[in-house]
């Protein structure tokens, strides 16, 4: 049973607009969640994270909004640009965890220029 | 700064065969990890350390064992390879806990079990 879920597997938006990227949750013990980014051949690059206290964290153009009632966090980027076109993943995890993040399975966005 | 160096980048196994994945970091990071990445699956934690001399196991350890012999590499081995082991694996590192820092990860290695 999928703890963490991106049900969008793509989404493409135009350059300049708003992305909005989404993940929901299952387990009601996490309490830390953060984005992941992933270009082809590629790790994964951290981008930005939350922790359960907050209900918002900012950096630069990406904002992630975390809804703790409805255990769903969202990722917003603004503006887009062709350079965010990459795989996004959501992984969260419980205190004391040591590690052990649970991924989404990702989604996919294009940003066309 | 290399960061976190994966070897080797791609292999092709036959089905019984034996290999070992070397992660090495740079960054004197305490804790360490290793992910495999199946088509249209998130990633996967196989083994983690939180120190040198140190495992643990995570979501899918099974078919797989690690080593820390020293801090800065995590090794991943394959005793018995099987098709059901072809993926991506990622290693990554942190300071701490990533579950409130951001891990780094290596650029993976591409594994084919035939």
């Known amino acids: 049973d999928q703890q963490v879920k991106q049900n969008s597997p793509s989404l493409s938006v135009q350059e300049g607009r708003i992305s909005i990227l989404n993940c929901d949750y299952t387990n009601s013990m996490f309490d830390y969640f953060l984005w992941y980014k992933k270009y082809p051949a590629e790790g994964p690059t951290f981008l930005i994270s939350i922790s359960s206290i907050k209900d918002k964290n900012e950096d630069g153009r990406f904002t992630v909004f975390l809804n703790k009632s409805a255990k769903h966090l969202s990722l917003h980027i603004v503006p887009s640009q062709p350079g965010d076109s990459a795989v996004y993943f959501c992984?969260?995890?419980?205190?004391?965890?040591?590690?052990?993040?649970?991924f989404g399975k990702g989604t996919k966005l294009s940003v066309k220029p | 700064n290399a960061g976190v160096t994966q070897t080797p980048k791609f292999r092709v196994l036959k089905t019984g065969q034996s290999m070992t994945l070397l992660c090495a970091q740079d960054?004197?990071?305490?804790?360490m990890y290793w992910y495999r990445q199946d088509p249209g699956m998130g990633l996967r934690l196989i083994h983690y350390?939180?120190?040198?001399?140190?495992?643990a196991k995570g979501e899918v350890p099974d078919g797989y064992n690690v080593s820390r012999l020293k801090k800065q590499n995590f090794l991943l081995g394959l005793e018995s390879a099987a098709p059901s082991q072809t993926s991506v694996y990622f290693c990554?590192?942190?300071?701490?806990?990533?579950?409130?820092?951001?891990?780094?990860f290596g650029q993976g290695t591409r594994l084919t079990v035939v």
């Open positions: 992984a969260a995890s419980a205190l004391g965890s040591q590690g052990n993040l649970i």
């Open positions: 350390s939180v120190g040198e001399g140190t495992t």
């Open positions: 990554a590192s942190s300071y701490r806990d990533p579950t409130n820092t951001e891990a780094f």
């Open positions: 960054m004197n990071h305490e804790y």
